[in-house]
């Protein structure tokens, strides 16, 4: 194979120099590759002869684009805090032949001066859970971060017990966060924030260049695109967890796969999380939690918005009141969609409010209902046959005659409603057996999600919930 490597322009080094720290990943010396992504690769244009030709070009340096780890702040949970990339750094930023840009960051790449008291590290089992549920993501039609690849460093990680240690090459059109700018904001000198905005647009919205007010039409964009993420969460079932200031990107792709995971049995209280008790980030709340992370996106670009604050903070409310009416529009329709109904026909919204109704009261599997009403298909599965549940069937297969065509409506339906997510139980088997050094289980398990929505004969045990004894213990950890 004709060796491509990294093509890198770090355009982020234009920034002022509080914004990252020059600093090489120190983890790769004894890389071994464990797994390689090829389709991404080949949309990167990367292409190498052996993994140690990729090792060796992972560990080169180039002195004209340097790597760097970012600096950034953040309210977690509600706390503000002086962050940074505390255990990843952006190798470079790689150009693509059609000029498209994407950071390349080594996560798990040793200390950087943002490590605090963390080690800088990350283990095989959580880079490989990264993996997995950022391609499951990408083929649901997610916007997120993506995997290239995936090496174990032969350092041990301790974690409550000693880990093998490990190291995710991530692809992310950007890793500009809300925490970014409220970096630049309140922790900055003088002249960071305008930098931060003037770089953002011309990264990922030069289309916003030449606007009047570029802070409040850069909020809009990002409130928009944050809003459409979201609602492909509320789509496929899943709990990002750990939805941050800092893990809010600028971009609307969704990165940092921690304590995320997919609901089974629909309930909007769902959490996995074992950091979050008061349910903080459960299922349900995670509209009114986009919602407030916009909210300090707004106060961090206050001071570019107007010269004078209440002009500034009328401005900025009034954007941040669009959020109710918009977020009502897309996510209504997102779940029209997914019963086959045209987004428009709002007044059918009551369908879906008594079927959420329903799945919950019988704790129904969320991904496994909306799959079961796809019609002609050879689902495998039946549905429940309780008179509540039929009587709502029945009104909702009227609606579904006179609202629009059968293929219209099965067309929306089956592109809105997966048959695979990645199931929790199924996901820790092969992680285990993974740490047990056996990919195989691994492996199937990413070729069942990479097509979601494509039915195979053969695959009834990746439809299957876990007993409800499994999804009550199950916790996802962060920073693992
Ligand atoms: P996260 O919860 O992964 O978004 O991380 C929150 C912050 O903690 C970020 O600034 C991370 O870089 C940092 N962090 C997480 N794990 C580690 C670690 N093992 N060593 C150093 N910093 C870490
Ligand atoms: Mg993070």
């Not at 059609?98 to 943002?114: A, L, N």
């Not at 041990?156 to 925490?179: C, D, F, K, P």
């Not at 977020?327 to 029209?336: I, N, V």
């Not at 809105?416 to 289980?441: D, M, Q, T, W």
């Amino acid at each position: 194979m004709p060796t491509n490597l990294f093509k890198f322009d770090n355009s982020y080094l234009q920034l002022p120099e509080g914004f990252y720290s020059k600093i090489r990943p120190t983890t790769l010396q004894k890389a071994e590759l464990l797994l390689f992504n090829e389709e991404l690769a080949a949309q990167l244009d990367i292409s190498f002869g052996s993994a140690t030709d990729f090792i060796a070009a992972l560990q080169a340096e180039d002195p004209q684009n340097p790597a760097f780890a970012q600096a950034y702040a953040g309210h977690q949970f509600s706390s503000f805090t002086r962050l940074g990339d505390g255990r990843a750094v952006v190798l470079g930023e790689q150009l693509t032949s059609v000029g498209q840009r994407f950071d390349i960051q080594v996560k798990g790449s040793g200390r950087t001066p943002y490590s605090r008291g963390g080690d800088g590290k990350a283990t095989v089992y959580a880079m490989l859970r990264e993996y997995l549920i950022s391609e499951a993501m990408f083929h649901l039609g997610v916007p997120t971060s993506r995997s290239l690849a995936v090496f174990k460093t032969g350092e041990t990680v301790y974690r409550q017990t000693n880990n093998e240690g490990a190291a995710l090459l991530r692809v992310m059109e950007s890793h500009i966060r809300v925490g970014t700018f409220q970096f630049a904001s309140f922790l900055g000198k003088e002249g960071d924030l305008e930098a931060l905005l003037h770089y953002t647009i011309e990264r990922l919205y030069p289309h916003l260049a030449g606007c009047e007010n570029p802070a409040l039409a850069l909020f809009h964009e990002v409130m928009n695109r944050q809003i459409d993420l979201v609602v492909h969460w509320m789509r496929v079932g899943f709990i990002h967890g750990v939805m941050n200031t800092d893990n809010s990107s600028v971009s609307g792709e969704s990165f940092d796969y921690g304590p995320c995971a997919f609901m089974n049995a629909y309930h909007p209280a769902t959490v996995y999380s074992s950091i979050d008790e008061q349910g903080r980030y459960a299922f349900g709340n995670q509209p009114n939690i986009i919602k407030w992370n916009l909210a300090r996106f707004a106060e961090a670009l206050l001071p570019l918005m107007a010269p004078e604050k209440e002009a500034a903070i009328a401005l900025a409310q009034d954007a941040l009141d669009a959020f109710d009416a918009r977020w009502k529009r897309q996510y209504q329709g997102m779940m029209l969609h997914k019963l086959g109904i045209e987004a428009t026909e709002t007044a059918h919204f009551a369908l879906v409010e008594q079927l959420l109704d329903l799945m919950e009261q019988q704790q129904l599997d969320f991904t496994n209902t909306f799959a079961t009403l796809l019609p002609g298909h050879q689902t495998g599965l039946t549905l429940p046959e309780n008179e509540a549940f039929q009587s709502w069937y029945a009104n909702w297969q009227k609606v579904i005659i006179t609202s629009s065509s059968c293929e219209r409506a099965s067309e929306l339906m089956a592109a809105n409603n997966p048959l695979y997510i990645p199931r929790n139980h199924l996901v820790e088997e092969a992680l285990e057996a993974a740490n047990k050094g056996s990919l195989e289980p691994f492996e199937t398990m990413l070729r069942v999600v990479r097509q979601p929505y494509t039915y195979r004969s053969g695959l009834e045990k990746f439809r299957q919930g876990a007993e409800p004894q499994f999804e009550e213990a199950y916790q996802t950890f962060c920073g693992t």
